[in-house]
């Protein structure tokens, strides 16, 4: 058992509590909700700082909370520097290069999805549906998240994952067929709200480890460890050297932006002359909640053999027994509370944006005799049907996980985004470029990635488990140089 009957007790009554208000605001966003439209970017433009707390919530998911910390508590300063310093960085630049020419281009084509706006920039159905296939890759984040909810509410319940996991399946998926956009950003504007007090929380809980100074905390680790405080961690298969730490984040964080649930966010707002202020709310958020992976180094300390009353913990069950352990059941309550919302609001981004694709820019164009069903409707089934695939896949990463479920979700996620970037950066700052070069580069950097990483191919492939991140940082500039070939090729045939 992880948790006491009273902390137990807490976090039901949290959990009827919080579904409660989710309910209440998905009935407020269903009155509103009366086309495939109004599910993808909502009925009416939404205020910037609603939106900012929005992407916010959705950019930092379960991923950043709750398992990204366990990196941290195998493998130490040089995840910190990885994760909590470079990757973030080049995120917030990326955004604010992409964004508003995105949300202008957005709304001059009225894109509801991330595959239209490629396909109407390119003038190419075939690529709307190139990509919409290419989205299938995010139900990889899907259950990356579904395990990481799985993990904090069975601990604090001392429930077996399966039936967590299907509860949490059923209400999430559930409520999502009907609010969509309208829903969904009051839903994380709370999200992000809670996820900010929580997460200065959760820095704040190791200040005890710092009774003797930062030097006091770095000797505790290095007792533990002295690969811990190592800016490089040989022992990793993701931080053993600036190449993996800094270069591939760098690329990474870069082209992370160009997913469906973050860069379409712009287009929920009122007007371009909001976009300032959007950004500056989201960025501020992140800020802290990045900070959030030096938990890992708390948890560590709290559990120097990775071990609770000797039995061994997984990777991505350490911050949850973490908060477990270190927090009463007042508090924990709220933490607990936080780490949903971090999840949740990712979850709900990625089931509203990924349906839309698949209903929309897959279904509909391939089957023409599904027309005969309404929008919404068919939107419905696709959330029922991703349901049902993300909780086998996410029960399977349960029992039987290759390290980390962070693995199995950025094979599939960067391949996404490493196929985006191209297309996004290309459309939006490029005029006349050939559709052709466009899914020649994107071809490329999915080909390259899987064939890099199964391949196993370079010298940072030749573990039992592999970085992706390697893979996808390579694949992502070969894309781009051979894009850039292309392009420039064809403008001297003209």
């Not at 995840?79 to 964004?99: N, Y």
């Not at 956009?181 to 839903?187: D, I, K």
């Not at 002359?273 to 560590?300: D, E, H, P, Q, W």
Request: contains cysteine.
């Amino acid at each position: 058992m992880f948790a006491s009957e009273t902390w137990s007790l807490y976090v039901t009554l949290l959990l009827v509590f919080y579904s409660l208000v989710i309910i209440f605001f998905v009935v407020r966003g269903m009155r509103k909700t009366k086309n495939i439209d109004d599910f993808a970017i909502g009925s009416n433009g939404f205020p910037a700082w609603a939106v900012g707390l929005s992407l916010a919530a959705s950019m930092t998911s379960a991923a950043t909370f709750i398992i990204n910390p366990g990196f941290i508590a195998l493998y130490g300063f040089a995840g910190i520097i990885s994760f909590g310093v470079v990757m973030p960085i080049a995120i917030f630049a990326s955004l604010i290069f992409f964004t508003k020419a995105f949300q202008k281009h957005g709304s001059t084509v009225k894109a509801l999805t991330m595959a239209q706006w490629i396909g109407k920039r390119y003038d190419s159905k075939g690529l709307t549906i190139f990509f919409a296939f290419l989205s299938l890759l995010l139900i990889t984040f899907i259950v990356l998240i579904c395990v990481g909810l799985t993990q904090i509410i069975s601990k604090s319940l001392n429930l077996e994952p399966f039936y967590v996991l299907l509860g949490l399946v059923i209400f999430v998926f559930g409520y999502m067929m009907f609010g969509g956009a309208n829903s969904m950003v009051y839903t994380n504007t709370i999200q992000a709200v809670l996820m900010f007090i929580v997460a200065l929380i959760l820095i704040l809980s190791g200040v005890e480890y710092f009774n003797h100074g930062i030097e006091g905390f770095i000797n505790t680790l290095k007792d533990i460890d002295p690969q811990l405080v190592k800016t490089t961690n040989e022992k990793s298969f993701l931080f053993r050297d600036y190449f993996e730490i800094i270069a591939c984040q760098i690329v990474i964080g870069i082209a992370i932006v160009c997913q469906p649930h973050i860069i379409t966010k712009s287009l929920f707002l009122k007007d371009a002359k909001s976009v300032n202020k959007y950004l500056f709310v989201a960025i501020s958020c992140m800020t802290v909640f990045f900070l959030v992976v030096f938990v890992g180094l708390y948890a560590r300390i709290t559990f120097p053999d990775l071990a609770i009353e000797g039995v061994p913990l997984k990777m991505d069950e350490l911050v949850s027994a973490y908060v477990v352990k270190t927090f009463s059941a007042g508090v924990g309550v709220l933490i607990v509370a936080g780490l949903i919302s971090a999840g949740l609001s990712t979850l709900e981004g990625l089931i509203q944006s990924l349906s839309t694709t698949i209903s929309t820019d897959l279904i509909t164009p391939l089957f023409p005799s599904v027309k005969k069903i309404s929008s919404v409707a068919l939107n419905k089934i696709v959330i029922i049907l991703l349901a049902i695939v993300s909780f086998w896949l996410s029960y399977d990463q349960i029992i039987n996980p290759n390290v980390s479920v962070a693995i199995f979700a950025q094979n599939g996620v960067y391949a996404y985004f490493a196929a985006a970037f191209v297309p996004v950066l290309f459309g939006i700052y490029f005029k006349k470029v050939s559709k052709n070069a466009v899914f020649i580069a994107s071809f490329s950097a999915v080909a390259l990635h899987f064939i890099i990483y199964y391949g196993r191919i370079t010298s940072y492939m030749q573990e039992p488990v592999n970085n992706p991140g390697v893979s996808a940082a390579i694949a992502i500039v070969a894309s781009f140089i051979i894009g850039n070939l292309l392009y420039l090729f064809s403008k001297k045939k003209v």
